[in-house]
């Protein structure tokens, strides 16, 4: 049984690019959770979605932006990236809206 | 504003050594409260607690939660090295399904 995959592990950009991370989530799972995770920090939620909508949205601005396929995985996708935005982008799956969350590897994005 | 804090932020002990760890909490429609493990990158699932006073146990590992005063701690007796790690707490809310984190704790268990 897969756990929750991502790709890729890690990324190094410039500013003002733009950024598409990969998730596909645990088996069976139809709930996926983004979180941005700076360091020494616990994770900060981004947005979530479920039946291909954005089910609930964090404390992000419209950079931030996201889609779900009919097959559950999903994109996160950041657009002018700033330095501030290096961090560790961790995907989570979970069944509808069940407590927990089953993490992915994480993609480290790295912001020159 | 909803709120997690975990405490200490960091702590070093010795292999055998049991450790408190402490999560606090402030949120609107709590539903349950969980624990994380955070050794590389991905968090990977301990506990989730939903009533007061019930332990939870894994191992050495056990947790349990106050809702009356709003907080959960999690133990871990007879420490090993490979214990060390962050340790989440997150807590879920009814209200919009998100789950809100703590900062962790960063366990340090010297050999």
């Known amino acids: 049984d897969a756990g929750v995959t991502q790709s890729p592990t890690h990324l190094i950009k410039t500013r003002g690019q733009q950024v598409t991370l990969r998730c596909s989530p645990k088996?069976?799972?139809?709930?996926v959770s983004w979180y941005q995770q700076a360091l020494g920090q616990g994770p900060q939620f981004i947005f979530q979605y479920y039946e291909e909508e954005e089910r609930q949205r964090g404390n992000f601005p419209d950079r931030f932006s996201g889609h779900q396929f009919p097959n559950y995985s999903s994109e996160l996708n950041v657009n002018a990236l700033l330095l501030g935005d290096s961090a560790l982008y961790l995907c989570?799956?979970?069944?509808?809206?069940?407590?927990?969350?089953?993490f992915g590897p994480g993609t480290r994005l790295l912001v020159l | 504003e909803d709120k997690v804090v975990q405490s200490p932020l960091s702590l070093v002990v010795h292999e055998g050594d049991t450790v408190t760890l402490n999560c606090s909490y402030e949120?609107?429609?709590?539903?349950?409260l969980l624990w994380y493990k955070q050794e590389k990158k991905a968090p990977t699932f301990l506990f989730m607690l939903t009533s007061s006073g019930i332990e939870k146990k894994s191992g050495r590992l056990s947790s349990i939660l106050d809702k009356k005063e709003l907080f959960s701690i999690l133990n871990i007796t007879a420490t090993q090295t490979g214990d060390s790690a962050v340790y989440l707490c997150?807590?879920?809310?009814?209200?919009?399904?998100?789950?809100?984190w703590g900062a962790g704790t960063k366990l340090i268990i010297k050999p």
């Open positions: 088996s069976g799972h139809d709930t």
């Open positions: 997150a807590v879920f809310m009814d209200s919009n399904y998100q789950l809100i």
């Open positions: 949120v609107t429609n709590f539903r349950s």
């Open positions: 989570a799956s979970s069944w509808d809206i069940q407590e927990t969350q089953y």
